[in-house]
């Protein structure tokens, strides 16, 4: 199996950025269609985007579309996701996930997933 650690997270004002990594460990990363999620205090965790295993292929959710970017080094087994013109309503904890498998698209719930890190922490201050 992969283990996952994300890093990245911190304190960033409205419109900053900010760049999150995941690497994986264990076995190479590269066996994984990989996805960030995220969950907010009091909500449930919400699909943020998914990564082809070669990543030719990305998918994101409706409220990061145009923002957030997902791509991953293979060579340094990490999937990393560019967060750009971040907004209050983007704090959350940032959680990295992988599946076994080649398939990506429309993998956007959490049963999709078997693998999961521990989480980051992002807050958007106003």
């Known amino acids: 199996q992969v283990l996952l650690a994300e890093s990245g997270g911190g304190l960033v004002q409205a419109g900053g950025s900010l760049r999150l990594s995941c690497v994986g460990s264990?076995?190479?990363?590269?066996?994984?269609?990989t996805g960030w999620f995220r969950q907010a205090p009091g909500k449930e965790r919400e699909f943020v985007a998914v990564?082809?295993?070669?990543?030719?292929?990305?998918m994101y959710g409706d409220s990061v579309k145009g923002r957030f970017t997902i791509s991953r080094d293979n060579a340094m087994n990490t999937v990393y996701l560019q967060m750009n013109s971040l907004k209050p309503e983007d704090t959350a904890v940032y959680y990295c996930?992988?599946?076994?498998?080649?398939?990506?698209?429309?993998?956007?719930?959490?049963?999709?997933?078997?693998?999961w890190g521990q989480g980051t922490q992002v807050t958007v201050s106003s």
């Open positions: 996930a992988a599946r076994e498998g080649d398939s990506w698209y429309w993998r956007v719930t959490m049963v999709d997933y078997e693998y």
């Open positions: 264990g076995r190479t990363l590269s066996d994984y269609v």
């Open positions: 990564v082809s295993r070669s990543g030719d292929n990305t």
